[in-house]
């Protein structure tokens, strides 16, 4: 059985930081990310992070938030700086399988201006 446990959201001031990981168990997964969703509006996938480090980011969170992962903890860490109130939203954990996405339940993270 899947699981993936996300942690580290909070209430953090604009131009703060915060640090949110992911730990996943059940399966090898090939590629792991976050994704938000805000009220109101579409889920974003905001990075994703493949097995062997290859890195993708969404245009809107470049240069501010930093993805790496440990495989050897099958953990996904999305570190976030600069952070701005639109950055507010629910964030997901995501974890691929060559035939599955995963999501985690989410975290609340809130930027206040």
Known sequence: QVQLV??????VQAG????????ASG????????SRQAPGKQRELVAT????GRINYADSVKGRFTIS????KNTVYLQMKSLRPEDTAVYYCNAFTLVNNYWGQGTQVTVSS
């Open 49 to 52: 992070i493949s097995s062997d």
């Open 16 to 23: 703060g930081s915060l640090r949110l990981s992911c730990a």
């Open 27 to 34: 399966s090898i997964f090939n590629l792991m990310g976050w």
């Open 69 to 72: 992962r440990d495989n050897a």
């Open 6 to 11: 996300e942690s580290g959201g909070g209430l």
